[in-house]
């Protein structure tokens, strides 16, 4: 059974930093691509980052510059380093695995609130 729980959300001021971690169980992690997602309240999911098997990353506009996503294939981590949070960056984030059929893989989300 795949499985896949994230963590390190919260309430941080403006201008902070928080690091999300996604633990993925029940795949071959180390093949599959993986990336973080978020929705804001009454907003469509949105791409953040993601990083192939083969670690090339991607960014959206908005948090290039400030977010780096890493993967550690030993321990089944994906990682979302958040620098310099703006309010507009509150969200639940989602985790996200892609296997190699095209297959998506779904965390249950971690809620990141910036406040100004």
């Known amino acids: 059974q795949v499985q896949l729980v994230e963590s390190g959300g919260g309430l941080v001021q403006a201008g902070g930093s928080l690091r999300l971690s996604c633990a993925s169980s029940g795949t071959i992690f180390a093949i599959n691509s993986m990336g973080w997602y978020r929705q804001a309240p009454g907003k469509q999911r949105e791409l953040v980052a993601r990083?192939?098997?083969?670690?090339?990353?991607n960014y959206a506009d908005p948090v290039r510059g400030r977010f780096t996503i890493s993967r550690d294939n030993v321990k089944r981590t994906v990682y979302l380093q958040m620098n310099s949070l703006k309010p507009l960056d509150t969200a639940v984030y989602y985790c996200n695995e892609r296997n190699n059929g095209g297959v998506n893989y779904w965390g249950q989300g971690t809620q990141v609130t910036v406040s100004s």
């Open positions: 990083i192939s098997s083969g670690m090339t990353t």
